[in-house]
């Protein structure tokens, strides 16, 4: 968001998807499946708690940095 307002993007659908686009992450459901088995867990769905949600924030945020 921070980077998004020092770039003046406005906070809209085109202004998030210039912004992701560098996160291959973010378009892959895969990252993001919870599934039924570890092995059917996506990356993301490791990071259940708070401080996971910190972390995921973190990895997330080194694919979009300018």
């Given at each position: 968001?921070?980077?998004?307002?020092?770039?003046?993007?406005?906070?809209?659908?085109?202004?998030?998807?210039?912004?992701?686009?560098?996160?291959?992450?973010?378009?892959?459901?895969g990252?993001w499946?919870?599934?039924?088995?570890?092995?059917?867990?996506?990356?993301?769905?490791?990071?259940?708690?708070?401080?996971?949600?910190?972390?995921?924030?973190?990895?997330?945020?080194?694919?979009?940095?300018?």
């Amino acid at each position: 968001m921070k980077d998004m307002y020092r770039g003046h993007r406005d906070f809209d659908e085109a202004g998030f998807t210039h912004m992701l686009k560098k996160a291959s992450s973010v378009a892959d459901p895969g990252y993001w499946s919870v599934g039924d088995t570890e092995a059917e867990r996506g990356d993301a769905a490791k990071y259940g708690s708070m401080k996971g949600f910190t972390e995921l924030v973190d990895l997330l945020y080194e694919e979009v940095k300018p």
